[in-house]
């Protein structure tokens, strides 16, 4: 009896450590207000995309805290990342429109979206740089039914800063990849972003075919890009 009775408490010992063990290791759990927006922690770089909404080849694009340039052949591109806004500034002309140019999604996209953040164990080459990633899901904090999935390359040589996208708006079906080559995390040239005292503001209503993409992030997959107005 007594052997008996030694294995029932001993029994009952290690079924309340295996319980008080399982009880110090909850499952992890996403927080109330979500993870941080992996694209806002790199506030002043440069970099030349490729890919992306517009489809950009070899475009060299800056960001400097709020505001991102993007060159073009014979004018550059400003971003108010905070206004959604773009100013295209040509020698001797300046055009103002309400929204933000492609080639700065998803900088410019997703500020009002809970965001998921699922690091993996796996680590690939990107580029020459030694990448780990991480998949990102964006849904919005109403009730709209809106879905982006990302998969994240982040480059341990430059801070985490993600190489590489591929983005699946799952709203609508849409798939594209964005690549990052030249990455510089020293701050840009402030005068990279300045811009002419007078900017003519283009409405809504008067807009031609313009070389950016709806990437505000009230909707739901950025439009695809358009030509900008001579």
């Known amino acids: 009896m007594n052997r008996w009775l030694r294995l029932t408490m001993a029994l009952v010992v290690l079924a309340v450590s295996l319980h008080g063990q399982t009880q110090k290791k909850p499952a992890p759990k996403v927080p109330a207000d979500g993870d941080p927006n992996p694209f806002q922690a790199f506030q002043s770089f440069s970099a030349t995309l ?110 985490g800063f993600p190489v590489k996208a591929e983005v699946n708006v799952v709203s609508n079906g849409n798939k594209f990849t964005l690549n990052y080559t030249n990455v510089s995390l020293k701050p840009p040239d402030p005068a990279l972003f300045k811009s002419p005292a007078k900017c003519g503001v283009t409405a809504d209503s008067d807009l031609k075919p313009l070389g950016t993409a709806q990437t505000t992030p009230s909707q739901s997959a950025p439009k695809a890009p358009q030509k900008p107005p001579q």
């Open 50 to 159: 490729n890919g992306g909404i517009g489809k950009d080849h070899d475009r060299k694009i800056y960001r400097s805290g709020k505001m991102m340039r993007l060159d073009f052949e014979d004018h550059y591109r400003l971003v108010d990342l905070e206004k959604l806004t773009t100013r295209a500034v040509h020698p001797g002309n300046c055009r103002q429109f309400p929204q933000p140019d492609a080639g700065s999604y998803p900088f410019s996209a997703y500020h009002d979206f809970k965001v998921v953040r699922a690091p993996t164990e796996d680590k690939e080459i990107v580029d020459g740089h030694s990448c780990k990633t991480e998949n990102v899901t964006f849904t919005p904090r109403d009730d709209r039914p809106i879905l982006i999935q990302m998969k994240l390359w982040e480059a341990e040589d430059l801070q």
